[in-house]
C-alpha cells in the first residue's frame, strides 16, 4: 500500500506558501507536445524516456460520485480517517484533478489488479493563479504485492518532474482486495509528500470495496503530521494519539475535479 518515500533532499521542494520552479533542476531531456487535431483536444507527445506520454481532455460525463466512510483493515484506531477539517486546511491552497484520471490510472493498473498486485502512481502538478494542477500521472517501474507497492528507478520520475517543472502533488494507489484506507505503511509516504508540498494527496483506489471506489486523503495538520514526523517504525504498526485529539488522516478539503483540465500519462514500466 506505498510506493518508496520521494527523496525530499533530492527534490528540496520545500512549502513555500508562492511556490518556485527555481527549486527545480534543469531538464537534460526536452519533451515537445504537438496537438494533431485541436478539436479532438487531445495531443501526440514525444518523450525521450522508455515509454510514450497520452494526453486527455475529459467529459464529465464519466465522472462518478465518491463515496466516503470508515474503514478497519490495516487501520489502526489513531489512524481513522476524518469527513472534517483539520486546523490548517483554510490555509491550503485549492488543487484540481482531472476527472478520468482515476479511471485511466485503473486501466493501466489492470493487470496487476487481476492479480491482487498494488499498483503505484505519483502525481505532478503545475502552480498557477493560487491552485496547483494535476497535469500528470508517472506510473514508475515498481514491485507490487497485494498489500504493497514500490516504486524503483526513482531518479526517472525526478527527471519527469524536473523537465516539466511540476511539484510532486501526492500519489495514488490501488487496493486491489481491500477498502478504501490508507495503512500505516501508506501514512508514512504520505508524511514524505507533505513534508515537501502541505497540499499533497493520496488517492487511493478499492475497486472491491463495497461502500466506495477511491477516496482522496491528506494527514491532519499539526495532529497526524506531528506523529508521523516522531515515529520510526517500518512495516504495519500502530500509531499513538493525536495531541489534539484528531484522526491521522482526513478526507480532502479544496480538492475539485474538472473535467477539461488536460493530463499527461507516463509509464515507465515500458521497454525502449
Not at 489513531?78 to 477539517?85: C, D, I, K, L, T
Request: contains cysteine; charged residues 20%.
Amino acid at each position: 500500500m506505498s510506493s518508496r518515500r520521494y527523496d525530499t533532499n533530492a527534490l528540496r521542494c520545500g512549502t513555500h506558501s508562492t511556490p518556485s520552479k527555481s527549486m527545480y533542476l534543469d531538464a537534460q531531456q526536452a519533451v515537445r507536445c504537438q496537438a494533431t487535431d485541436p478539436d479532438v483536444g487531445s495531443c501526440a507527445v514525444k518523450h525521450h524516456f522508455p515509454s510514450p506520454i497520452v494526453s486527455w481532455i475529459e467529459d464529465l460525463s464519466s465522472f462518478g460520485n465518491v463515496s466516503l466512510g470508515p474503514d478497519t483493515e490495516y487501520v489502526d484506531e489513531q489512524a481513522r480517517a476524518s469527513m472534517g477539517q483539520s486546523s490548517t486546511s483554510s490555509n491550503l491552497h485549492d488543487m484540481q484533478i482531472s476527472v478520468r484520471l482515476t479511471d485511466e490510472f485503473m486501466e493501466l493498473a489492470k493487470e496487476n489488479t487481476s492479480n491482487n498486485l498494488e499498483t503505484c502512481g505519483i502525481l505532478g502538478a503545475s502552480f498557477s493563479d493560487g491552485t496547483y494542477f494535476v497535469t500528470m500521472l508517472i506510473i514508475p517501474k515498481q514491485e507490487g504485492t497485494a498489500h504493497s507497492c514500490q516504486a524503483v528507478n526513482e531518479e526517472e520520475i525526478h527527471a519527469v518532474l524536473s523537465e516539466q517543472s511540476l511539484y510532486p502533488a501526492g500519489w495514488i494507489h490501488t487496493h486491489p482486495s481491500q477498502t478504501c484506507f490508507l495503512s500505516s505503511i501508506d501514512l508514512h509516504t504520505q508524511y514524505s509528500y507533505q513534508v515537501m508540498l502541505p497540499e499533497a494527496v493520496a488517492i487511493v483506489v478499492a475497486p472491491t470495496d463495497p461502500t466506495r471506489s477511491y477516496g482522496i486523503f491528506r494527514l491532519t495538520d499539526p495532529g497526524g503530521m506531528e506523529v508521523l514526523r516522531g515515529c520510526d517504525e517500518s512495516g504495519f504498526h500502530t500509531h499513538r494519539e493525536t495531541t489534539d485529539g484528531s484522526p491521522i488522516y482526513e478526507t480532502c478539503s479544496k480538492v475539485h475535479f474538472n473535467p477539461n483540465l488536460r493530463f499527461e500519462i507516463v509509464d515507465l514500466r515500458s521497454g525502449a
